[in-house]
């Protein structure tokens, strides 16, 4: 275009042929760039909607990697939480068992019997009353019982 130009400039004496030129140039220039404008907005929406779709994409990647991370922690944690929960019974445990050996100590330096003791006491006052009911002490048995529950009531 630019040559079309030249020649006609170098070879043209009017004024009027090189007005022409110029006015179909500019025509020429115009039309190319009304059609770049077209060509641009057409593949505009192309890359537009192809940008969309990888965009989405993306997203939904972004999505799933997030939830496994996220599902990863929360993991970590839950084992976590179970150790330091499983250290703390742990540590309740002993702690109740030496107070209960300190509590029983205590209690054996002041001459309170134990539990088992007083089970064993018990069962033997149970046996030596069987043995007195056998021996023909029922009725003695019998009048000290009734007693003991007036006595209680």
């Known amino acids: ?17 090189l007005a022409i030129a110029i006015k179909e140039s500019a025509q020429q220039i115009w039309l190319a760039g009304l059609g770049a404008f077209s060509k641009a907005q057409e593949e505009g929406s192309k890359v537009f909607e192809a940008l969309v779709r990888e965009g989405n994409s993306i997203q939904k990647r972004t ?7 996220v599902n990863e922690v929360t993991s970590r944690f839950t084992k976590m939480a179970g150790e330091v929960q499983k250290q703390a019974n742990h540590s309740w445990d002993r702690l109740e ?8 100590r205590a209690l054996q330096r002041l001459g309170v019997p134990t539990s088992k003791e007083v ?11 069987a043995n007195v009911h056998k021996l023909g002490g029922g009725k003695a048995a019998k009048k000290s019982a009734s007693r ?3 006595a209680a009531a």
């Open 97 to 104: 068992s030496v107070f209960e050996e300190r509590v029983e």
């Open 63 to 69: 999505m799933r990697v997030t939830e496994d991370k």
């Open 1 to 17: 275009m630019v040559r079309k130009l030249k020649t006609m400039a170098a070879g043209a004496g009017k004024d009027g042929h």
């Open 119 to 129: 089970q064993h006491l018990t069962k033997r006052v149970e046996e030596l009353t």
């Open 148 to 150: 003991t529950r007036r």
